[in-house]
């Protein structure tokens, strides 16, 4: 992790940041500060700017209006990309690269030192050392999600930025990425999750709602009535739910 820590400079901060498809609105105008080292969990029901939010802030989608900053650095500027690991619900990989190519490719996009055995050692957090030579392409949703989650973890960050991860992950899945995100916080990263995984949110320092495309809660997690943020969306919680299961139903899946 690069220490790019500014006296008084939030790891994100948004002023004024919205996003609208024509005349409607995905995301109202949100003024958002988050201070370095803070643990941030994001819920709110589908489309309720959860998604739109993670992914300005990532760069990989241009606001309507406002600005945001990532350790001081414009958004999408090459500095607040390369502060940036951004871990998406939709994982993209190159169809002729393996997991281990994947991992390799990103590792020295990075300057990253001796990320051979790092490498090694989050494909065994995740159930995917035996899976290492394969094109990520031929995997399940599980699997695949799984692929992400190594990559996401295998280059230094600042700010971890990280879009509904638990869907169709198995118990072990879970367990290793909750594991990974109490580890990079311990060591000073910022961590924003966007997700329906209830059980995690008092993992977190902070936590905040969105409703449609506005701010609804925004404090400690010890505070929070979560069953009255979640009300509307408790079918959606229960549909991730039932998709990842209670035992690991993606470890031995090879179908895509």
């Not at 695949?144 to 930025?161: N, T």
């Not at 079918?235 to 090879?254: I, K, L, Q, R």
């Amino acid at each position: 992790m690069t220490d790019t820590r500014l006296s008084g400079t939030p790891a994100v901060l948004a002023s004024d940041l919205a996003k609208a498809y024509g005349d409607s609105p995905a995301l109202f105008p949100l003024d958002l500060r988050v201070e370095i080292g803070e643990r941030i969990t994001l819920i709110g029901h589908n489309g309720s700017g959860k998604t739109t939010l993670i992914r300005m802030l990532a760069g990989m989608l241009e606001p309507t209006h406002g600005t945001a900053t990532i350790m001081g650095h414009d958004r999408g500027s090459l500095e607040a990309r390369a502060a940036i690991s951004y871990l998406s619900d939709e994982p993209v990989f190159y169809d002729d690269l393996t997991v281990w190519e994947h991992l390799e490719y990103v590792a020295r996009l990075h300057s990253t030192d001796d990320w051979e055995q790092h490498a090694i050692d989050l494909l065994d957090a995740v159930g995917l050392v035996h899976r290492a030579d394969d094109l990520p392409l031929t995997f399940s949703r599980g699997l695949r999600q799984k692929a992400a989650i190594a990559l996401a973890f295998v280059r230094p960050f600042d700010v971890l930025l990280v879009d509904e991860p638990f869907v169709g992950l198995d118990r072990t899945g879970r367990n290793a990425l909750l594991a990974m995100f109490s580890a990079a916080h311990s060591d000073g990263a910022t961590v924003v999750v966007a997700t329906h995984e209830l059980s995690s949110v008092r993992d977190g320092d902070r936590l905040i709602a969105l409703n449609g495309g506005n701010v609804t809660f925004d404090g400690s997690p010890e505070g929070a009535d979560v069953n009255a943020l979640t009300e509307g969306f408790a079918s959606e919680v229960g549909a991730v739910v039932d998709a990842a299961g209670d035992h690991d139903v993606e470890s031995n899946d090879d179908t895509p």
